[in-house]
């Protein structure tokens, strides 16, 4: 099945600095990539995703990147500010006949030091 | 997004009892999961809740203690059964929407003593 690779687990920046969070993933098939937030006993929830068809997408300050070769992808948080300080999980979509199982990263927990 | 309420946000159970969470969703969606995601910890897919027809469980995972419902394509029940203490945890429920993407209740933290 699908590996999910994410690193770092933690991070801390300075407000205003960038943070970049990496995963790596197995199945090269993979088609579909979410990246979630999750704050302190809250639910996790969605903040960019990507299809394998892209190779870059931008929400206002955040941004994903995907390698399809390298089978990586990358989130960018610029001008980081203290309430992006959470955990932080990106997951892959392999494909398959009504397979849309989402399989998870580790996590990132993401510090912004004011 | 999907509207999920899910039920109970916690609760406190003897070991050897069961405790089944419900799921209700706003809208029907053909696609439903249960999650479980220890503290400080990852989410780990349990199963995906199928519309009439049994559940599809994940590798360790298994009907007995996991028994999953899903009656109509707007509610799931996922009973947690015979617990133990190692089963304290976090269980969220999923869904997937084309438009929206996979969206998650606000979970249900059981502790079990």
């Known amino acids: 099945g699908e590996n999910v690779e994410q690193h770092p687990s933690t991070l801390s920046v300075q407000e205003g600095d960038s943070a970049v969070i990496k995963c790596t993933y197995s199945?090269?098939?993979?088609?579909?990539f979410p990246w979630y937030k999750q704050e302190l006993g809250k639910r996790p929830q969605l903040i960019i995703d990507?299809?394998?068809?892209?190779g870059e997408k931008k929400d206002q300050r955040i941004a994903v990147t995907l390698n399809k070769t390298a089978k990586h992808f990358s989130l960018h948080i610029t001008e980081t500010q203290p309430e992006d300080s959470a955990v932080y999980f990106c997951a892959a979509r392999p494909p398959g006949a009504g397979s849309y199982q989402l399989t998870f990263g580790k996590g990132t927990k993401l510090s912004v030091i004011p | 997004s999907a509207v999920i309420s899910q039920k109970p946000s916690r609760d406190i159970c003897q070991r050897g009892t069961s405790l089944t969470i419900q799921c209700q969703v706003d809208s029907q969606v053909t696609m439903m999961f249960w999650y479980r995601q220890q503290p400080g910890q990852s989410l780990t897919l349990i199963a995906t809740a199928n519309q009439g027809s049994e559940a599809t469980y994940e590798s360790g995972f298994v009907i007995d203690k996991f028994p999953i419902s899903r009656p109509n394509l707007t509610f799931s029940t996922l009973t947690v059964s015979n617990m133990s203490p190692e089963d304290s945890s976090i269980y969220l429920c999923?869904?997937?929407?084309?438009?929206?993407?996979?969206?998650f209740g606000s979970g249900t933290r059981l502790t079990v003593v």
């Open positions: 199945d090269s098939a993979s088609n579909y």
């Open positions: 990507i299809r394998s068809n892209v």
């Open positions: 999923s869904v997937m929407t084309a438009l929206y993407g996979y969206t």
